[in-house]
C-alpha cells in the first residue's frame, strides 16, 4: 500500500497563476482532509470530505476549492495564488469522521507563489 | 472552542536523557487528545492517542503520554532520548459531536545532542 500520495512535490506559481493539488488514497477511507502548514502555526484545516460526494470548509478555506472525485481522490485548487499562499500542503484521509480516528498523512507539497 | 498550547516551539536534549514535550489543552467536553510526530521533509504521523480507558497511553518508539484531567495536560515523555527521535512533535485534539475537525498545536522541534 502506497498510503496517501501527492503530487506535485514541489510547484512554484506567480501571483495570479492556477493550480490543482491531486491527493489519493489507498486505504479505502471514507474521510479525507487538505491542511496548510505554516512556521509557529501549526496545521490549520482547508477543506475536508466526510465522505464521497460531500466537502466543508475548514478553518482557512478562503482562496481554495476542492473536489471529492471519488472515495480515492481528493483535489485542492488555488484559482488565483496569492503570496499569503506559500506553505506546505499536506492531504490526510482517515477512516471515518469520527473523534476517535487515526489520520493519515501524505508527505506533502511545498508551494510558493512569487 | 477547544485549543492546544505547546510549550516551547524548541526543546534540546543530549542523547540518552529524558524527553518531555509539553501539551495543554483547553475543552469543554472530554477531549480525545494525539501526538503526531513529523520526520524532516515527511508527513504527520501517529505516535499514540487517548481516547478512553486507561490515562497513561503508550505509543511507537517508546513514548508515552499521560492524560491528566485536573491539570488539563497531556504530555509527552521518553526516558532516554535516541538522535532519531529529532523531528517536530506535534499536539492535537479533536473537537465537536458528529462530525469532528482536529485542532493541532503549533508543534515543538526536538533536538537530540550526541
Known amino acids: 500500500n502506497a498510503g496517501v500520495t501527492q503530487t506535485p512535490k514541489f510547484q512554484v506559481l506567480k501571483t495570479g497563476q492556477s493550480m490543482t493539488l491531486q491527493c489519493a488514497q489507498d486505504m479505502n477511507h471514507n474521510s479525507m482532509y487538505w491542511y496548510r502548514q505554516d512556521p509557529g502555526m501549526g496545521l490549520r484545516l482547508i477543506y475536508y470530505?466526510?465522505?464521497?460526494?460531500?466537502?466543508d470548509k475548514g478553518e482557512v478555506p478562503n482562496g481554495y476549492n476542492v473536489s471529492r472525485l471519488n472515495k480515492r481522490e481528493f483535489s485542492l485548487r488555488l484559482e488565483s495564488a496569492a503570496p499569503s499562499q506559500t506553505s506546505v500542503y499536506f492531504c490526510?484521509?482517515?477512516?471515518?469522521?469520527?473523534?476517535?480516528?487515526?489520520?493519515?498523512f501524505g508527505p506533502g507539497t511545498r508551494l510558493t507563489v512569487l | 472552542a477547544q485549543s492546544v498550547t505547546q510549550l516551547g516551539s524548541h526543546v534540546s536534549v543530549s542523547e540518552g536523557a529524558l524527553v518531555l514535550l509539553r501539551c495543554n489543552y483547553s475543552s469543554s467536553v472530554p477531549p480525545y487528545l494525539f501526538w503526531y510526530v513529523q520526520y524532516p521533509n515527511q508527513g504527520l504521523q501517529l505516535l499514540l492517542k487517548?481516547?478512553?480507558?486507561?490515562?497513561l497511553v503508550k505509543g511507537i518508539n517508546g513514548f508515552e503520554a499521560e492524560f491528566k484531567k485536573s491539570e488539563t495536560s497531556f504530555h509527552l515523555t521518553k526516558p532516554s532520548a535516541h538522535m532519531s527521535d529529532a523531528a517536530e512533535y506535534f499536539c492535537a485534539v479533536s473537537e465537536g459531536t458528529g462530525g469532528f475537525k482536529t485542532i493541532f498545536g503549533a508543534g515543538t522541534r526536538l533536538f537530540v545532542k550526541a
Open positions: 487517548y481516547t478512553t480507558g486507561a490515562t
Open positions: 470530505s466526510a465522505s464521497e460526494g460531500t466537502t
Open positions: 490526510a484521509s482517515s477512516e471515518e469522521q469520527i473523534r476517535t480516528d487515526t489520520q493519515y
